[in-house]
């Protein structure tokens, strides 16, 4: 079965600087990978996707993820955090097999200080 | 274009009561339909998923259950609500053989 960790349940970052939160997989296949965002009280937004191909990707409000085979991470970046990305983030792996289920991380809560 | 539809947005139960909450999508056929719960602080926690009509796959013994009457409606239901119910309820639909999942807005419900 699949599984997803995000070691970090909270981090607090300036306006302006960089950001990455951590994704490690487990998954006896190649993943599809994705990476979403919630605003409190809101569904989740994609906000990129990987399933093969380039293993560097990038999505929408300027963020990125890199698929590293050999560390089983897709971790996700941003050069410039905005105050707009205070949110939480969710890492999910997912499975063609039995449904294309998703399993999610528990999630990064991302505070911006200005 | 595809649209998602979730209701009611907020919800207030006493212990003991029925439970239906819906959802529907649009702009697509044959959809694989998704139950998730986000309980407070925690992450999403599959619950049901569909892949057709009359097909519900639970992934969690609890007191609640999942019927799919029409292609593009997807019901969550329970007989008689507990305390730990309470949680957001979160829909998502994904096109037939791809895993990526598109949400609706969430239902909070608070179970009193």
């Known amino acids: 079965a699949q599984s997803v960790t995000q070691p970090d349940i909270h981090i607090t970052v300036s306006e302006g600087a960089s950001l990455e939160l951590r994704c490690n997989y487990s998954?006896?296949?190649?993943?599809?990978l994705f990476w979403y965002v919630q605003s409190p009280g809101q569904g989740l937004q994609l906000l990129l996707k990987y399933f093969s191909g380039d293993t560097l990707v990038q999505g929408i409000k300027g963020f990125e993820a890199e698929f590293k085979r050999s560390q089983s991470s897709f971790n996700l970046r941003k050069p410039s955090v905005h105050w707009s990305d205070a949110a939480e983030y969710f890492c999910a792996v997912g499975a063609t097999a039995a449904g294309n289920k998703l399993t999610f991380g528990g999630g990064t809560r991302v505070l911006v200080k200005p | 274009s595809q649209t998602i539809h979730q209701w009611p947005a907020t919800l207030v139960q006493p212990v003991g009561s029925p439970l239906s909450l819906e959802c529907t999508v649009e702009?697509?056929?044959?959809?694989?339909l998704y139950w998730y719960r986000q309980a407070a602080g925690r992450g999403l926690q599959l619950l049901f998923y569909s892949v057709g009509i009359g097909q519900i796959s639970s992934e969690v013994p609890q007191n609640l259950s999942a019927s799919r009457p029409q292609d593009r409606q997807f019901i969550l239901s329970s007989k008689k609500l507990l305390l730990s119910d309470s949680g957001f309820y979160l829909c998502?639909?994904?096109?037939?053989?791809?895993?990526?999942?598109?949400f609706g807005q969430g239902t909070r419900l608070t179970v009193v």
């Open positions: 998502a639909w994904g096109r037939e053989g791809f895993t990526e999942a598109f």
């Open positions: 998954y006896g296949a190649t993943p599809y």
């Open positions: 702009g697509t056929s044959n959809p694989n």
